[in-house]
């Protein structure tokens, strides 16, 4: 693959992260940002009256024009990376067509970036977290991430390592079954996070959660079908048949 073609798909990735950002966008303003309305209610319900802070910012910005400016940077700068780590997989990870090995990567950096490091360390709604150890629950949560994406690759070389022995299936069960073991250990040896009030309501932090994943599933998709489209007409644009030329007549 050429300095050209990398280019390329690196400034379709961004238009794609762009786009699944928008998307995103959608999902966590309607499905979101009341969850996490709630959550700020109840923490200015529970708080003592002197504690009450100023708002540097408005309620009403961080929703709208700060919540844009979040999801839209964070999906074009995913999306840039994603493309980076594309253009290696393609036809590194099996025969497939741009467009299916696009979902693929989707569905491999969903799982890998966020799914597994939010099993061990979900997301938490305002007024969940002590601001004390904050420093030491982002440091947690990017270690397992970084656990997570590492182990991820080195299943990936594992089940390229045990193919051409063991064939694809046994070598892709082989690959999956270290991942899941190593992540096992990974969450039996680091500390486990328990800082919700005992009174927080288990609905609205079980809302909150599940929008959380929601949004990056909709990031992730949106990810791949339009990456995937856009780098199948790149890589393998389609031909038109040409119909076959008339025979010109002799004439008698």
């Known amino acids: 693959m050429n300095s050209t073609t990398v280019r390329n798909l690196l400034v379709r990735g961004m238009l794609a992260g762009l786009g699944a950002g928008v998307l995103a966008l959608l999902v966590a303003y309607f499905l979101g940002e009341p969850g996490v309305d709630d959550a700020i209610g109840f923490e200015e ?3 003592p009256a002197h504690e009450h802070e100023v708002e540097l910012v408005s309620r009403g910005l961080q929703s709208t ?5 979040g999801v ?3 999906g074009v700068a ?3 990376i994603a493309a980076l780590a594309y253009c290696f997989a393609l036809g590194r990870v099996g025969r497939f067509r741009p467009r299916a090995t696009a979902l693929l990567l989707s569905a491999t950096a969903l799982l890998a970036v966020y799914v597994v490091p939010f099993l061990k360390y979900p997301a938490n709604p305002p007024s969940v977290g002590d601001p004390d150890t ?3 629950r982002t440091t947690l949560y990017f270690l397992m991430m970084v656990l997570s994406v590492l182990l991820a690759v080195a299943a990936v070389i594992l089940g390229k390592r045990l193919a ?3 064939g694809t299936w046994y070598a892709t069960v082989a690959a999956v079954a270290f991942f899941g073991l190593a992540i096992g250990l990974a ?3 680091l500390p486990v996070i328990n800082e919700v009030p005992k009174d927080f309501p288990a609905t609205l932090l079980w809302r909150f959660r599940t929008s959380a994943l929601a949004i990056q599933l909709t990031l992730w998709t949106g990810f791949g079908l339009i990456f995937g489209e856009l780098a199948q007409r790149l890589l393998a644009p389609r031909t038109e048949p040409v119909a076959p030329a008339q025979a ?5």
């Open 187 to 189: 969450y039996a040896f």
């Open 65 to 69: 024009g700060g919540l844009a400016t």
């Open 164 to 166: 051409p022995r063991w």
């Open 134 to 136: 904050i420093g030491k």
């Open 45 to 47: 319900a529970h708080a």
């Open 72 to 74: 839209l940077v964070y």
């Open 78 to 80: 995913f999306g840039g």
């Open 248 to 252: 010109t007549p002799v004439p008698q």
